[in-house]
């Protein structure tokens, strides 16, 4: 844990008695450290067994890395055995826009989809000699129905506690029960640039930092695992704050 990561209000945000959040930061294709990372949150859970325990998933789980399917079937995998909250990131998006719209295909291309639909078996020769129309029919076709229904099912934003969890943020000025998708989705300096109370506190990704970057009114997560090989959890219990990452094993209590 970083020096002085701890809340500064008297009233620090909190969770429910009992209740135990693993908040994971941007995968973006790298099945390898999300299964590292799933294996120091076991050890985790197998050393202080709460008496719930919520996983809260904050998005982008592919393109840019070279395994976004796989970490898709780990997510699911996941669900299994854990309560699992899966929350859209702006690369997700992509998914369904493609689907049901192929002309969708070429925005999606331009940010690192490319990764993805080779992870489903679609070659950059494939990629390169097919219109965006054909693509899309082609990606359709390889898309196992599970993984279709995980992207259809995705929440944009999610609420426990005293913490507010996005992808990418809030829009300020705003209640959090009317945000817009697409400031929940893509809102970047707005929104890390305000320094006022958001009514809660907003856990994010997005935007990636070296460290966990830590506010009076947001935590931002996204370590830029893809790139640094740190995937990090913020592991939220009552109003304590711990961090594991696939580089640190684990860190010390807020």
């Known amino acids: 844990m970083a020096p002085g990561f701890k809340f500064k209000s008297p009233a620090r945000p909190r969770l429910p008695d009992g209740m135990r959040v693993y908040a994971i930061g941007d995968v973006h294709g790298r099945a390898d450290l999300l299964a590292h990372l799933y294996a120091l949150i076991d050890a985790d859970l197998a050393r202080r067994p709460p008496a719930q325990v919520m996983h809260i998933m904050l998005g982008d789980y592919i393109d840019r890395g070279p395994a976004s399917r796989e970490v898709i079937d780990l997510i699911l995998a996941r669900s299994v055995q854990h309560r699992v909250v899966a929350l859209k990131g702006n690369h997700d998006s992509f998914v369904l826009q493609a689907l049901d719209d192929p002309s969708a295909m070429g925005d999606w291309l331009l940010m690192h989809g490319v990764e993805t639909l ?43 506690g005293d913490f507010f969890f996005a992808h990418a943020g809030v829009r300020p000025g705003i209640a959090l029960d009317r945000q817009s998708e697409e400031d929940l989705l893509w809102i970047r300096q707005d929104f890390l640039r305000h320094d006022g109370d958001f009514g809660k506190m907003i856990v994010h990704g997005h935007t990636p930092v070296r460290n966990v970057e830590r506010r009076a009114n947001r935590i931002g997560i996204d370590t830029a695992a893809y790139a640094s090989g740190k995937l990090t959890a913020l592991v939220i219990e009552g109003s304590t704050l711990r961090l594991i990452d696939t580089a640190r094993i684990a860190a010390r209590a807020a």
């Open 118 to 160: 080779a992870s489903y078996g679609l070659t950059a020769a494939t990629v390169a000699k097919s219109r965006v129309s054909d693509l899309a029919q082609a990606f359709a076709a390889v898309l196992p129905a599970p993984h279709l229904e995980f992207f259809r099912g995705l929440k944009c934003s999610f609420s426990c």
